[in-house]
């Protein structure tokens, strides 16, 4: 599994379950990076997205601790065994983690590789955050973009290598 995000200065990436950030040129990698993909998020995630509605031309796992939750368009699970089974069916560089905070937190040991827009910028009232990459462990840098304007924003495409990723359990 991988990861992607868009993330300011101090790793916040949501205000009120909604992005920070509305880059298009950073929308458009997303489209690309995740099309024909199997994407992973949690509830909110899936419901910040217009109408609520999974994405297009792609396979959506949602996780939820609800049990009856199921959103229509949607593979739900409910806890990160279900998860981890789930993922398993898929080739592992075909898989996405999408969001939001608490996924990134608690799954990124598992990815290989963190795909991660670094916006220079920073925003106040921010409550979602994701790890600082580069201070976690076995986490480093592969590649990074020159700078980049868009939108009033100064940014660059960072990849990421996780040297040890953690085994599904």
Do not use: Q
Not at 100 to 129: H, P, Q, W
Request: aromatic share 12%; glycine share 8%.
């Amino acid at each position: 599994m991988d990861l992607i995000v868009a993330a300011d200065k101090n790793w916040a990436i949501g205000k009120g379950g909604d992005l920070i950030y509305s880059i298009p040129e950073d929308m458009k990698f997303f489209r690309r990076t995740s099309l024909g993909k199997t994407v992973v998020m949690g509830r909110k995630t899936l419901e910040s997205f217009p109408g609520g509605k999974p994405l297009p031309k792609r396979v959506n796992i949602v996780l939820s601790s609800n049990p009856d939750y199921a959103p229509e368009g949607t593979v739900a699970v409910h806890n990160y065994a279900e998860l981890f089974a789930e993922i398993a069916k898929y080739p592992e560089d075909e898989v996405l983690l999408i969001g939001g905070g608490r996924l990134y937190t608690d799954l990124a040991k598992y990815c290989r590789r963190a795909y991660i827009t670094l916006i220079d910028a920073e925003t106040e009232g921010v409550d979602t955050f994701i790890p600082n990459f580069d201070e976690l462990e076995g986490w480093t840098i592969e590649s990074v973009s020159e700078p980049l304007e868009d939108a009033g924003y100064s940014f660059r495409f960072a990849t990421y290598i996780n040297s040890n990723p953690a085994v599904y359990s």
